[in-house]
């Protein structure tokens, strides 16, 4: 029998391997299924991991606000900056205050490495199941049960399945009678239906929109890719759709009554790239022709551009959403510890509970927070 640990992590991703850091108990296991430690930190952010973000409200989440302000505000973004600080990494606060790592996410995964280095991690170990008899959690894997008193389950989401994401956490949870949000595809691209087919024309184009999806209203960069349309908006946007329609405002800074007497041309007129403007007027079968020169029928429909409403056909799915909508609910989650209300000792992190952040550094930040939070609060 392998001996027996005080707390067995499940997962050596960013919540993990950030507890890890945090702790200075010594009798810690960290079991990953991959061949290495942080893998979604590293291809996060361009490469450069979005770290956390200069404003972090609970508005920023979707999930209970309450049980996020009480995770947020026990380590923050500024708390969090301070701590990398301490260690040697100053992020740098680009656009939307979203802090990246200055050259590679390496950096951060490096600190958070070096601040875990006296705990035992086992890479290429996937957990398969875990059972609790009497006050011992056991710990299926691919290479034996390894024993713990403690469980912290760091598995994340679902997304990116090649890069070792599994459903693992969510099965633990489930076994354990936790209720489980339903899951589905965050921060991801929209696919088209057939009447939307000529976006696809315009693939790599980005132009700023403001959308609205549910009551909520998203402004910023709309990619039109290959597969349908993505980029920064879109990927907000998905977290708020479930299905149904959406609408978009393509020309968000455009009041169409200052055309109305405009000598110039339409194409030239909208603020929109040229290859855009001729294809949204070519679809609405509008002539390019002086702005002051149109009747009131191709006013309407030039008016369409302004409130776009239509439904995506779907997502481009978990392998290419940055996260995973839905998970564990917090309501069954002590917020002072993240231990479960159902089962002592068994405490869940991160991306795996029911609260999802926007894009911006908020995903990463949430991960810290819950970290610490059960670092402080694990007995
Ligand atoms: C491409 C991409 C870019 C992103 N960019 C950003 C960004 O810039 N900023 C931001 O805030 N967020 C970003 N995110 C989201 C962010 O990466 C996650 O929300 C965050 O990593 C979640 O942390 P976590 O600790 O819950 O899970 P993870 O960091 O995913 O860690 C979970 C770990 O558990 C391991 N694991 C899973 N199943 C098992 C199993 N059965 N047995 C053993 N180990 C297992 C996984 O391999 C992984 O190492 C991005 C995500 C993706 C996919």
Same mark, same amino acid.
């Given at each position: 029998m392998n001996r027996k640990y005080k707390i067995i992590v499940i997962g050596a991703g960013a919540s993990g391997l950030m507890f890890s850091s945090l702790m200075d108990e010594k009798e810690i296991l960290l079991l990953d299924n991959n061949n290495q430690v942080g893998s979604k930190i590293l291809v996060s952010g361009g490469g450069k991991? =979005?770290?956390? =973000?200069g404003v972090v409200k609970a508005k920023n989440y979707i999930g209970n606000q309450r049980f996020v302000r009480n995770i947020i505000k026990r380590f923050d973004q500024y708390a969090l900056l301070e701590w990398l600080g301490h260690r040697g990494l100053k992020p740098i606060e680009r656009k939307n205050h979203q802090y990246f790592c200055q050259n590679s996410a390496k950096e951060l995964v490096d600190i958070l490495k070096k601040e875990s280095s006296s705990k035992l991690i086992k890479l290429n170990t996937e957990v398969l199941n875990v059972v609790k008899k009497s006050d011992t959690f056991e710990v299926e894997t691919n290479r034996g049960i390894f024993y713990a008193s403690h469980v912290v389950v760091a598995s994340g989401g679902l997304s990116f399945p090649k890069i070792g994401a599994t459903s693992i956490g969510y099965e633990i949870a489930k076994s354990f009678d936790h209720t489980i949000q339903t899951c589905s595809a965050g921060l991801v691209g929209f696919t088209l239906q057939p009447d939307e087919?000529?976006?696809?024309?315009?693939?790599?184009i980005a132009i700023d929109v403001k959308i609205t999806v549910n009551e909520k209203e998203i402004k910023g960069a709309l990619l039109f890719a290959h597969k349908g349309i993505s980029g920064p908006a879109i990927l907000d946007a998905s977290l708020y759709w479930g299905k149904g329609k959406i609408v978009i405002d393509f020309l968000p800074t455009l009041s169409l009554i200052s055309l109305k007497s405009s000598k110039k041309y339409l194409s030239r007129s909208l603020g929109l790239p040229s290859r855009v403007a001729k294809t949204f007027l070519e679809q609405l079968a509008i002539e390019d022709k002086a702005s002051n020169t149109l009747n009131s029928e191709e006013w309407q429909k030039l008016e369409k551009l302004k409130s776009y409403s239509f439904s995506p056909a779907g997502t481009f799915g978990y392998s290419k959403a940055e996260v995973t909508k839905g998970g564990v609910s917090t309501d069954e989650i002590d917020a002072s510890s993240m231990m479960s209300k159902k089962v002592n000792n068994l405490y869940f992190l991160g991306e795996v509970l029911d609260v999802t952040g926007e894009l911006g550094g908020y995903n990463f930040q949430w991960a810290f927070s819950t970290a610490f939070v059960c670092a402080k609060g694990i007995k």
């Open positions: 991991c =979005n770290v956390t =973000n087919f000529f976006f696809k024309s315009l693939t790599g």
